[in-house]
């Protein structure tokens, strides 16, 4: 487990760069470039702990991707949106009641890079389930402790999933490595077998909705113990990332609800672009 930690301490790290050159720096600062730079090298330390000898398949794919969507989101941030706290950060999240208290730069900054589905701002994913009701209803001190009690059950739940999918599922592409994966011989690994397809179709489902939007969902879950149980923004400022799987029961719910690059590639500033770029 040495090698995920490690992953998860990397993407630890990128956030809080990435947060620091939000709140401190200019649209155009040449900050911004050397802190993206030492973030493509914090990206590819990561890939290069694929390399690592305990680590298997489908941890490295999984962390591998979440890195680069990370990566993709920040860069995004820091050059296409040109964001800073104070001009694209002014929409309170899905759920915020009014009396929720002032938010603050750097925790409006930390919220928006932890967050690849633009929690807070204007171009928000549409569907963003919002914070639960029964947290409106209590004294702030109750509100925070059930939310960091909810939350952290959560990650919890989601820690053993991830560990559960990717145990069972490095077992049973073990016994197939041979057949649909071969070293051996480079033709077969484009060969078009219709079992050969179908796996490796399954495979990159399962690292993807297994995996990666798991990863992106507990590391989102985390920041926001830390910044409730820190005290330097309110639980009302951290609704959900992802709806409920049961809410994706037509084509263009399920498409808003996997759909995990929608922030990230938002480019530009046009309505049209928000409109196309919504799920």
Not at 197 to 207: K, L
């Amino acid at each position: 487990m040495l090698a995920p930690a490690l992953s998860f301490a990397l993407l630890t790290l990128q956030i809080l760069l990435a947060t620091t050159v939000l709140e401190k720096t200019k649209s155009r600062s040449l900050y911004r470039y050397t802190g993206m730079l030492v973030i493509i090298l914090i990206t590819y330390a990561q890939h290069s702990l694929q390399n690592y000898p305990r680590i298997n398949a489908t941890w490295g794919a999984s962390l591998g991707v979440t890195h680069f969507i990370y990566a993709v989101h920040l860069a995004s941030l820091l050059f296409l949106e040109k964001a800073t706290p104070k001009s694209a950060l002014g929409h309170k999240p899905t759920g915020a009641n009014k009396h929720s208290p002032p938010q603050k730069d750097h925790s409006i900054a930390f919220r928006l890079c932890s967050s690849t589905r633009g929690i807070g701002t204007n171009w928000q994913v549409k569907n963003i389930p919002p914070v639960p009701g029964v947290l409106h209803a209590r004294a702030p001190q109750r509100a925070t402790r059930g939310f960091l009690l909810r939350q952290s059950a959560i990650i919890c739940w989601i820690y053993c999933w991830l560990r559960v999918i990717h145990l069972v599922w490095n077992q049973y592409i073990q016994g197939l490595s041979q057949t649909l994966f071969p070293l051996e011989e480079e033709s077969a690994l484009y060969s078009l077998v219709l079992e050969r397809a179908i796996v490796r179709m399954f495979s990159g489902f399962v690292v993807l909705m297994g995996g990666v939007r798991a990863s992106l969902e507990l590391a989102y879950r985390i920041a926001s113990v830390l910044c409730v149980g820190l005290g330097v923004s309110g639980a009302q400022e951290w609704p959900p990332m992802f709806g409920s799987t049961w809410e994706a029961y037509t084509l263009r719910k399920f498409w808003g609800w996997v759909y995990l690059l929608v922030c990230p590639i938002r480019i530009g500033r046009l309505q049209s672009d928000v409109d196309i770029y919504r799920a």
